[in-house]
Structures are given as structure tokens and as C-alpha cells.
């Protein structure tokens, strides 16, 4: 997906930087990567109400928890669209939870982000994830924020 505007990642979308590059899963993408089958390890980080874990160190894979993140303003819940997406069983992924439902996200949807804004300040601050909310002003970057170098110290 190319995008013509930032704010076209959309709040629930994803901006992820690896230490080097920023990439970007705008929110429409994310739905249509339903778990069907999700793993004891995915439900019981629910349970214990993780909102970020590593889920493999190489390739790296992370798990975030959008119930235990704070979305400033009216954002819609994911619903997958259709189910059927599993795990990957190589190459970096973030597994994305809301509402009962996990979406598999592998770095093969991830698009380079044609400019970092807001999510690199957060990075240089030392944010792992965070959540970057819409601003009155019709600029900037709204997401989910995952810094996979952080995590992976």
C-alpha cells in the first residue's frame, strides 16, 4: 500500500523500527491476517494481561496487546475479516491482540515509512511501544509505535 499521508497508517495501524528502518501496516491492513488457532502461549499472555512480550528473540517476534494500550479519542475495534493467517514460522512478525482476536502480522507487509515524524522521537526517547494519538492538526504520524531494536536488549 503506498500512502500519499501519514495519517493514512491510521491510530491502529503499525509503525515498526528494527533498529535501522522504520516500516509501516496501516489499520485497514491488519484485520485480514486473523489467527484462527491461536497458540497457548498467545492466549495466556492475554490472560495475564501482557500489553508487550518477545515471543522469539531470532527472528525476532513480538506479541502487543492492544486491550492493555490506551487509544486517545474514538478508534474502532479490529474485527477480522477473515480467519485462516498463522503464525510465521520464519522471519520477523508482530502478533497483534484486540478484543478476543489475534492478527499475524509477518514483515513481508511491512512497507518502508516515507517519513518517521513522531514515531522517531519516541524511538529516541527510548519508547518500546507506544501509541501515538490523533492530533487536532491535520499533520503527523498516528499508530501503534513497536521499537523491535529496544525490545530485542
Known sequence: MTITKLS???SKGLVIFDGS???FVAQD???KHKISQPSPTLVELVKLQAAVAVLDEQPARVFVNYDRLNFIGTTAALHGKSAGAALSPKGREVVVHENGEFFSIPENLWEPLPDEGDAQVLVQRGAV???IPRSPL???TFCVLVNLDRLMK
Do not use: L, R, S, Y
Request: glycine fraction near 6%.
Open 138 to 140: 491535520p499533520i503527523g
Open 8 to 10: 493514512q497508517i491510521d
Open 21 to 23: 528502518k522504520f516500516t
Open 29 to 31: 491492513e491488519i484485520p
Open 129 to 131: 511501544v507506544a501509541t
